[in-house]
Structure formats: structure tokens, C-alpha cells
């Protein structure tokens, strides 16, 4: 937003932030979301070149909806499951220490 735009919405007596801001997360917590998020991104990538969510499924012996819930970083599964999955994409831990390397 550009500081224009963001005096006028403050002068009316709105309150601008970004979303970390919003839900009070420490640093740490936002970096963790951010991590997750492209860990989550990039499995999603890796996996469409080269199999369904079903294939990815049965491999790590889960569910698709659990895969699709891993590809869009569902609350509910863990970065483990993430890793274990991009794992079973082929990455290397070289790789996935790459994809986390570049979250900041």
C-alpha cells in the first residue's frame, strides 16, 4: 500500500497493519506460518510434475484429502508430515533446507 493511500485510511480512523500485526504473533510465530507456507507451495509444485495427490497418498500411507490439506498448510498437519511428503517427492533434506532457507 503506498504511504498516500495509507495516511488518508489512518486519518479516517482506520487502523493499518499487516497480519501478523493483526493476530499479535510473535516473530517467531510468523516466521513458523511463513516456513510452512512454502514448504507447503512447494510441495504442491514438486508433487503436480510428478504424481496425484492419491499416488503421493499411498506412498506416505495417509489419505488424499490429508495431501490436499498438506498442499494448501492446513492447520492441522504438521511441518513433519510436510517434509516427510516433499521427502517422498524425492527432495533431498539439501533441498527442503533451501525452500526454508529462503523464508524472510
Do not use: C, Y
Not at 497493519?17 to 504442491?44: C, D
Not at 516427510?84 to 524472510?104: D, H, S, Y
Request: proline letters at 3%.
Amino acid at each position: 500500500m503506498d504511504e498516500a493511500k495509507r495516511k488518508k485510511l489512518e486519518e479516517k480512523g482506520w487502523k493499518v497493519g499487516n497480519v501478523a500485526e493483526f493476530l499479535e504473533l510473535t516473530p517467531e510465530e510468523a516466521t513458523l506460518i511463513e516456513i510452512k507456507l512454502a514448504l507447503s507451495r512447494n510441495l504442491k509444485e514438486r508433487r503436480q510434475k510428478l504424481m496425484t495427490q492419491t499416488e503421493l497418498a499411498e506412498k506416505l500411507h495417509t489419505s488424499q484429502p490429508r495431501i490436499a490439506n498438506a498442499e494448501n498448510a492446513d492447520a492441522s498437519v504438521s511441518i513433519e508430515m510436510l517434509i516427510r511428503a516433499i521427502l517422498a517427492t524425492g527432495a533431498t533434506p539439501q533441498e527442503i533446507g533451501q525452500m526454508i532457507a529462503k523464508v524472510g
